[in-house]
């Protein structure tokens, strides 16, 4: 973003800008996507989306980021308490499907930087290192989950395949972070 909307009717527009990119990804994918359709969706001059997002790619950086925020805080009370790869790996990609069925613009763009979703899920368990492995473990589950997140049999092999790894490679999560 060029700028952080400091006061609250500010940060409202770029909520409102940001709805309107989600719904233009959701409605044709990232090629429908610009600066000017987003001022047409909102009804905001050209400039007020300018004064924030320099191009579709910031708009789509700004996106993402408000996805993996919004994602870290539907995990954290869900993930209070629970002890385990099993019970973590079951919540982290089950909120992953749920937002990419219900997440306007979820399903076309995501998280983005997979490492900054590997440090964010480290730091919200509480990991102190295994910083590789929490990164292998996103980009494996990325993959797979982007080809398979309709098919409940490879979803549920998939959750074996991040549970075998990082039982293997990193210390249980402990609840009560």
């Known amino acids: 973003m060029r700028r952080t909307p400091l006061q609250r009717r500010s940060a409202e527009r770029v909520d409102r800008m940001l709805d309107a990119a989600a719904a233009l990804l959701d409605e044709?994918?990232?090629?429908?996507?610009?600066?000017?359709?987003?001022?047409?969706?909102?009804?905001?001059?050209?400039?007020?989306?300018?004064?924030?997002f320099s191009d579709k790619r910031s708009l789509a950086a700004a996106l993402t980021r408000?996805?993996?925020?919004?994602?870290?805080?539907?995990?954290?009370?869900?993930?209070?308490?629970a002890s385990g790869w099993d019970p973590v790996i079951d919540t982290v990609v089950d909120e992953y499907l749920d937002m990419k069925a219900t997440v306007p613009g979820f399903a076309v763009l995501?998280?983005?930087?997979?490492?900054?979703?590997?440090?964010?899920?480290?730091?919200?368990?509480?990991?102190?290192?295994?910083?590789?492995?929490?990164l292998v473990a996103v980009e494996a589950a990325d993959a797979l989950l982007r080809a398979h997140h309709d098919e409940p049999?490879?979803?549920?092999?998939?959750?074996?395949?991040l549970r075998s790894y990082l039982g293997g490679r990193l210390p249980p999560p402990v609840g009560d972070r």
């Open 28 to 52: 044709g994918g990232y090629d429908a996507l610009s600066t000017r359709t987003v001022a047409t969706r909102t009804g905001m001059p050209i400039g007020s989306i300018y004064r924030f």
């Open 110 to 134: 995501d998280f983005g930087d997979n490492a900054e979703v590997a440090g964010a899920l480290a730091e919200l368990l509480g990991l102190r290192e295994g910083a590789g492995a929490m």
């Open 66 to 81: 408000r996805n993996l925020e919004q994602f870290l805080a539907r995990l954290e009370p869900k993930l209070a308490g």
């Open 153 to 161: 049999e490879l979803v549920e092999e998939t959750k074996l395949l």
